[in-house]
């Protein structure tokens, strides 16, 4: 990534979680926040990769970083994803792809021989600001969540 930070695609999508309907760039102008995409609620890799991030939601607090996790699954299925497993992080439903497109992790994707369109799993560290401060792309689930958390204690 260059010295020069770039701004973090613009959005405005609904929020299962936390204390308003939706969210968007602009509402977060000011709080540094972690946003996750994840291919598909309920999932094992998406469950872990959940369970970490609200493992240490407290720890993100603490240092005033807002954690959203981000998929194209429903609200109702985010609603059902987080009692099921006891998720706290807000999750955004991305149903229609355009965040997932914006910030480029709608990719095609292979399994079984299959190609198919799908998230790749990335995470964004966005600054007070607005602009994309660290990036994480093709993430690996084991000890992500921690090292997003001491990238951002770094802001």
């Excluded at 999508?13 to 936390?18: F, N, Q, S």
């Excluded at 968007?24 to 972690?34: A, E, H, N, Q, Y």
């Excluded at 991030?53 to 609200?75: H, M, N, P, R, Y």
């Excluded at 401060?133 to 689930?141: I, L, M, Q, S, T």
Aim: charged letters at 30%; aromatic letters at 10%; hydrophobic letters at 40%.
């Amino acid at each position: 990534m260059s010295d020069t930070l770039e701004l973090a695609p613009d959005f405005t999508l609904p929020v299962h979680g936390g204390d308003h309907g939706e969210v968007s760039l602009k509402d977060l102008r000011g709080t540094p926040f972690v946003l996750f995409f994840y291919p598909r609620d309920d999932t094992s890799g998406c469950t872990k990769e959940n369970e970490a991030f609200t493992a240490l939601e407290g720890e993100f607090a603490q240092i005033g970083v807002k954690v959203f996790g981000i998929s194209k699954d429903s609200l109702e299925s985010h609603e059902k994803f987080m009692a099921k497993k006891k998720l706290t992080v807000p999750l955004i439903s991305d149903e229609h792809g355009t965040a997932s497109e914006d910030f480029g992790v709608w990719k095609e994707k292979s399994m079984y021989g299959k190609k198919f369109m799908g998230i790749e799993r990335s995470t964004f560290l966005i600054d007070a600001e607005g602009r994309v401060a660290r990036e994480w792309r093709k993430v690996k689930v084991l000890g992500h969540a921690e090292e997003v958390l001491e990238a951002a204690k770094a802001l």
